[in-house]
Each structure stands twice: as C-alpha cells, then as structure tokens.
C-alpha cells in the first residue's frame, strides 16, 4: 500500500529535479510503507540557498533531501528511480537495530544498534542462499545413495555461520560437532570441495575420507568435523591455550549443541579455561531439539547462556546475521581481555536431526513453517536489502538462480574425482618417518610398514 505521497503525478526524472527521499522512523523490521517507486519527484527544484524545504504532511514521515546540482555535467550520473540508491559495492554506513534484545549473564550486553553496509548486506543474502541451496542439494544426493553413512544439515542455522565470520577472521580458530558443511564454507571452503568430500571423493577437504562429519580446513583455523558429542569443547579450549600462549592476539570459537550441553567435559574445560583466562568462545546453537528430545525435557535449566556459572554469557537471535555479528564482535574483545565466554545463539534446523530422522515425529509441520514463516534468516536479510533499496527482487531471484546453476555444476565436478585409492587407508593415521607397522586382528600378519 502506497503513501499518501506516493499519490502525487509520477513521471520520468529530468536533470533539474531535486528528489526528496522519504524514510521511516519505526524501529520495526516489517518492510516500509513505501515502495521505491514512491520516491517524490519535484519539478521547481530547490536552490541549495532555501533553508526549509517543505515537509511531508503525514507525520509519521520524516523527510530529507537530497539537493544535488543534476543538472551540471560534474554530478552523478543520472539514475531511473528504478535504479538503486546503493551499489553492491556502496560502503556507506547503515545501522540496523537487532531483531530482540541481547540478554546478558554477569555481563552488560552490548548495543542492538549494529553497523553494516550494502555490500555486506548483499554478501549475507548471497552466501546464505548459497549454503542453503548446498544443503538441499546434500538432502538430494543422500536420497539417491551418492552420499552415505552420517549427515546432518544446517539449513535454518545459516545466520549462525555468516555472522560469526563477519565479525572474526581466519587468524581466529573455529571447532565445533557434526554439523558442520556451512562452517567449513564459510571458512572460505570450496562448493566442489565440500560434494566431494560428501560423496567420498579425492578432491574432499578430508581427501574423501571424513565425509559429512569431518570437514576440515587447516589453512583456515577450522578444525572440524567432529562425531563425538561434546568432544569438541576441550579440543576448542586446548586451541586457545595454544593461542594465549603464543600470544596471537586470536581467539577460538567452540560450537556444540544444546544435546551437548550437559556433557561433563564441556564444564571441566570450561572451567580451566577461567581459571586460565584462555580466549575460549563456547557457543551453544540451541536449535531446541537434540536428536529427537526437546531441550525442556533434556534440561533442568534450558538457559544455556547462564550454565557457566561464573563464566558470563549471551542469549542471542541466532536466526538475526546482524545479531550474531554483533555478539561475536563483542566476545571477542571480550575473551581476549578477561577470558573466556559462552554464548547462546537461538537457531532452529528444519532438517531432522540427520537425514535417517524425518523431523517429524517430535515436533508438528505447523511449527516448522512458523518459523519459517517469521524467523527466517535468508528472508530477513532480503526484507532489509528490499528495505534500504539495495536490489530489486527480480535481482535477488537472479542471484539464487546463479546460485542453483553454481551449485549443480559444483556437483557435477565432484562427481568426476576418483574415490580414494584403497592404500590411501592407512595414510593420514601416524606421524610419517617413525616405521608404524599395521597388522591384523590377531596381531600375527603384517598388514602394512606405514612410511
């Protein structure tokens, strides 16, 4: 529905037009009451001298002008009002506030007013949409036995993944469970990489040999890609010791999930990680079910943010990119100055637990589609870009179908790297150069000398 404005005689811009942009002053997060299209174009433009142009008469506008010189051939090329106001490559500054509230744990949480720009923005929607589309493409391949063995997708938690990044770089390490493909992407893994590891190929960043479980990219600071609940925690730990004591001014981020978080040996890390102030992020991606048991029915005190007792923590909207780029910002100062810090990112996966779990049976389709419908992380990113003009939708459908086209020929790839050549079994096992010898199960035939 159009503004009262909006009303007013449209027609094509002409150089001596000044253009009033109208903004709103809500802090809600629906999309505008205005289109682009509703832009008012002035035909008496106003000299730069006029000191009060006039103002809209609906007050819940605020108007602001632009007065440029169009009409001398040193401006700004001149632009439809179809056209965008930023560039993909614009960096103005925009702030955005947060979708909730953070919620702090013996710790003042920091402003939900966070700084981004067009390019960024554009970058959220396009690397989600491309992990998302993976993930589909993953539930494909498994469905038609190219994929075997274990696999749990990430759709639904792709905020998670994008707004860490945006906020850390790759001197900064990341670990975390099973669910693991989008991670290791945004580690700036490749799409034929992560297939192929999927299928069991050479070219897999396990060299075909982890799948699904065991991503890994060395060169990146991600370390996995692990199938034991909660293990990963005290490796997490033990890699910011490395740090501290090497003083690389980094710190590590150690996912689980909330099945994960009564495990004993995340609190003993946990707890020499304060004692040490080790620069340790533990991040809980509460997707509210573990396995097929919902978290209430899992945990006397779901408020996993606060489980460190003495250690501080955050709640955040894990399905909001910009909120989870602020947090991470924030625990990462944080922990490089007095230790570490647990944050709760509230997510949700729309897959089951793994792709022999329908994601059904313990939760109703009803629920499933309200998030989606409400909580979405690919979809509020678009609402804003649409928001703040940065594309038209017709440009964000042709972005997802490059990306469909990227990851269908990603897939094709993949599919001509060989499998691992069966003496590739014992490689990667022991440290070369120390003779290991591989015998059979009743330790009387040599298998193997091991290089």
């Not at 253009?19 to 809600?28: A, G, M, V």
């Not at 670990?175 to 991670?183: F, G, K, N, P």
């Not at 109703?364 to 928001?387: C, M, W, Y």
């Not at 001509?416 to 035939?445: C, Q």
Request: with cysteine.
């Amino acid at each position: 529905m159009h503004s009262p404005l909006a009303k007013k005689q449209r027609r094509s811009l002409q150089p001596q037009d000044s253009i009033i942009i109208l903004e709103t002053q809500s802090n809600q997060h629906s999309s505008l009451p205005f289109s682009s299209s509703d832009l008012l174009i002035s035909p008496s433009p106003f000299p730069f001298s006029k000191p009060n142009p006039p103002k809209p008469t609906n007050p819940t506008m605020a108007v602001s002008l632009l007065r440029r010189n169009l009409s001398t051939s040193s401006s700004p090329i001149l632009r439809p009002l179809s056209s965008r106001l930023f560039s993909s490559s614009d960096e103005s500054v925009l702030t955005i506030e947060t979708s909730v509230p953070f919620t702090g744990h013996k710790i003042d949480p920091p402003s939900r007013m966070v700084e981004t720009t067009p390019k960024e923005l554009l970058s959220f929607f396009h690397d989600m949409s491309l992990m998302r589309r993976m993930e589909i493409a993953a539930d494909s391949l498994y469905k038609a036995k190219l994929i075997r063995g274990f696999c749990h997708l990430y759709d639904g938690q792709e905020a998670v993944a994008i707004g860490m990044e945006a906020a850390i770089t790759k001197t900064d390490a990341i670990i975390t469970a099973y669910r693991d493909h989008c991670l290791f992407l945004g580690r700036g893994g490749t799409l034929v990489e992560a297939f192929s590891e999927l299928m069991g190929r050479k070219a897999g960043c396990s060299k075909g040999k982890g799948g699904s479980m065991h991503f890994y990219k060395k060169d990146a600071r991600f370390y996995g890609g692990h199938g034991i609940v909660g293990a990963q925690v005290p490796l997490g730990c033990g890699v910011a010791f490395g740090q501290k004591y090497l003083k690389e001014g980094a710190v590590t981020f150690a996912l689980y999930g909330d099945g994960a978080a009564n495990q004993g040996q995340l609190f003993e890390a946990l707890n020499i990680s304060a004692l040490w102030d080790l620069p340790a992020i533990l991040v809980c991606e509460n997707n509210h079910y573990g396995m097929g048991t919902a978290e209430w029915r899992a945990a006397k005190s779901p408020a996993y943010y606060k489980r460190g007792d003495y250690v501080p923590g955050l709640k955040v909207d894990g399905m909001d990119a910009l909120a989870v780029k602020q947090a991470c910002k924030f625990a990462k100062e944080h922990a490089l100055a007095n230790g570490p810090l647990i944050l709760e990112m509230d997510t949700y996966r729309y897959h089951g637990h793994s792709m022999s779990d329908p994601g059904s049976t313990y939760r109703t389709r009803d629920e499933i589609s309200g998030i989606r419908q409400e909580r979405d992380p690919i979809e509020r990113i678009r609402k804003l870009v649409l928001a703040h003009d940065l594309a038209t939708a017709a440009e964000l459908k042709d972005m997802e179908k490059k990306i469909r086209k990227e990851v269908d020929d990603a897939i094709a790839q993949a599919k001509e790297s060989p499998m691992p050549d069966p003496s590739d079994l014992f490689n990667d096992v022991y440290v070369k150069g120390y003779g290991a010898e591989s015998f059979g199960a009743d330790r009387k035939e040599l298998r193997a000398t091991l290089p």
